[in-house]
């Protein structure tokens, strides 16, 4: 029997808070718990700090999740609570993150000021993003536009949007529903056009592998065709050596016991793009992610990741 409260670290803006409120009422409705079987320990991470600069200067996707990670391996908390789009490709020994809860809806969004979608922004406006891969699909779609660099969390962005910084910017519709925020949409970005980032709409639950109290505990919540597309999702993304510092799309989709992966690498200005399309068993999902990776990083060459930098 659980004697101490369950400490879930998170980090501390209102959409980080609640992925882990989430979390916590489906571990407090799966084993019959209360809510003071649970603290919830929010943390400040480098990335939430550094607000001036693109992530692909200063870190990359670790500068969401090193403080959580020091955290679960000092025992200040026992699970972190993330966006599986922030978590690095390769976890640091010792950690894991297996369980994943049922992804929402993985399109991206359009809130516009000036107009209610990319299409029909006039000419040469000004669209925000911190996202190299939003960045790239949307100077593909318009490349009249001056794409900028937009930092922070959710209500900093918008913040922003409102002082005139930006005609629109571009926010994930998962995000946007947890913290009911769906009335700012002007426009859903259709999948063929602007394809997820790996991870997007999926929290992901990372914890110290030797704990097995706790493993056993979150299996009660893991949703097991989200686990599987993540895991396609994230070997593709392992196998192009794929960061905030690259332009890189992917989407699984499971149907029963098939499993269906769409990707695609895009050039910075988005003019030159590499896409790619695989399945199989979902039991394969790892070995189908990893040979999409590998096929499109063949076909693109190096030359085209060079200019990555």
């Known amino acids: 029997m659980q004697t101490k409260a369950l400490k879930i670290g998170t ?21 019959g718990l209360s ?5 919830i320990v929010p943390l ?8 001036d600069k693109p992530l692909s200067e200063v870190g990359g996707k670790g500068l969401f999740t090193k403080e959580l990670e020091d955290a679960l391996f000092d025992g200040r908390i026992d699970i972190a609570v993330h966006s599986s789009k ?23 969004t359009f809130i516009g000021k000036l107009a209610p979608s990319i299409a029909e922004l006039p000419h040469g406006a000004t669209v925000g993003s911190s996202s190299l891969r ?8 318009r490349p009249d536009l ?16 409102d002082e005139g910084i930006a005609a629109g910017t571009l926010l994930a519709y998962a995000g946007l529903r947890r913290l009911g925020l769906t009335h700012i949409i002007t426009d859903l970005m259709p999948l063929d056009m602007f394809p997820p980032a790996p991870g ?46 690259t332009p890189i799309a992917g989407h699984a989709v499971v149907d029963g016991d098939r499993l269906f992966f769409k990707g695609i690498i895009l050039s910075l200005d988005g003019q030159e793009a590499h896409e790619v399309e695989r399945e199989g068993k979902v039991s394969d ?3 189908i992610g990893r040979a999409a990776g590998e096929d499109v990083r063949g076909r693109a060459g190096p030359k085209f990741f060079e200019a990555w930098g």
Request: charged content about 30%.
């Open 11 to 31: 980090r501390a803006s209102p959409l980080a808070l609640a992925q882990a409120h989430e979390t916590r009422d489906r571990l407090m409705a799966a084993h």
């Open 44 to 51: 400040t991470t480098t990335g939430d700090q550094i607000l």
């Open 134 to 141: 939003r960045q790239s699909l949307i100077r593909r779609m």
């Open 200 to 245: 997007q709409g999926a929290i992901g639950i990372e914890f110290r592998s030797a704990d097995r109290a706790i493993r056993e505990m979150l299996s009660a919540i893991h949703d097991a065709p989200t686990g599987h597309a993540l895991t396609c999702e994230r070997a593709y993304l392992r196998a192009l050596d794929g960061s905030c510092r």
């Open 86 to 108: 922030d978590m690095a490709t390769v976890l640091p020994d010792g950690l894991e993150a297996t369980v994943f809860l049922p992804r929402e809806d993985v399109r991206d």
């Open 285 to 287: 999902a790892e070995a």
């Open 35 to 39: 809510e003071d079987a649970f603290e």
């Open 146 to 161: 001056n794409v900028i660099i937009f930092r922070g969390n959710v209500q900093t962005r918008l913040r922003k949007l």
